[in-house]
């Protein structure tokens, strides 16, 4: 079955610098979010979005925005990189139909900052 | 908002069975999941509970009682390939998209 698909699988960047972060959704799948996730931490919660609208905004700082296109792709766009964005970045997908959706993680993008 | 605690860390003997306990606070319940994740991997989908009681899947179980916040997940016939951090998630009535996770258990299968 088809699966969340991340890319790239993993960035290196330089301090003050952008980075983008593509996601693909479980085909049918409405609802995207983002997570990230420092070493030997759980997954913080940035932002999501329903239907191509944000729909949920968690600890997504300022110099970080996103946003869901038509084709319902997703992509997280980070700037004025800090040596603390280091960390492991998740994106997941849902469906707000039937009872009981979970969200199924992609396998993530590895950001390291120098 | 959410508070969902789990133990730090766990060992357990290869074959044995062990139990993860969970226990949350929330202002608005709608489920109860739980994911296993390996180090640098994501998190993947073991169960979910949205009622009482016991829901088996193979050698996973998970259990919930909403009365008292209480939610575990059994592992039976532990095997080395299950040493990884389980993470108990809560899901929020009042925001259908929003998960919030606990910190994680590691656990630590030994032979």
């Known amino acids: 079955a088809a699966g969340v698909i991340q890319s790239p699988r993993h960035l290196i960047k330089e301090k003050r610098e952008t980075a983008t972060l593509k996601c693909y959704p479980i085909p049918r799948h409405d609802t995207v979010y983002w997570y990230q996730q420092g070493p030997g931490q759980d997954p913080q919660f940035l932002i999501s979005?329903?239907?191509?609208?944000?729909?949920d905004k968690g600890s997504i700082p300022d110099r970080f925005s996103a946003q869901q296109f038509s084709d319902y792709h997703s992509e997280l766009n980070m700037s004025s990189l800090e040596l603390g964005d280091s960390a492991l970045y998740f994106c997941?997908?849902?469906?707000?139909?039937?009872?009981?959706?979970?969200?199924?993680f992609g396998e993530g993008s590895w950001l390291t900052v120098v | 908002g959410q508070n969902i605690d789990q133990p730090t860390e766990m060992t357990a003997t290869e074959g044995a069975i062990v139990q993860i306990n969970c226990t949350y606070q929330?202002?608005?319940?709608?489920?109860l999941f739980w994911y296993q994740q390996h180090a640098g991997e994501a998190p993947t989908f073991l169960s979910y509970n949205v009622l009482d009681g016991l829901e088996e899947k193979g050698r996973f179980s998970s259990f919930l009682s909403r009365s008292k916040g209480y939610s575990y997940l059994l592992l039976k016939e532990l095997q080395m390939k299950d040493s990884a951090s389980y993470l108990c998630?809560?899901?929020?009535?009042?925001?259908?998209?929003?998960?919030?996770f606990g910190s994680g258990t590691k656990l630590n299968v030994k032979p």
């Open positions: 929330t202002s608005g319940f709608n489920g």
């Open positions: 998630a809560v899901r929020d009535i009042y925001n259908f998209n929003k998960f919030y």
């Open positions: 979005f329903y239907e191509k609208m944000q729909s």
């Open positions: 997941a997908s849902s469906t707000r139909q039937g009872v009981g959706n979970t969200i199924y």
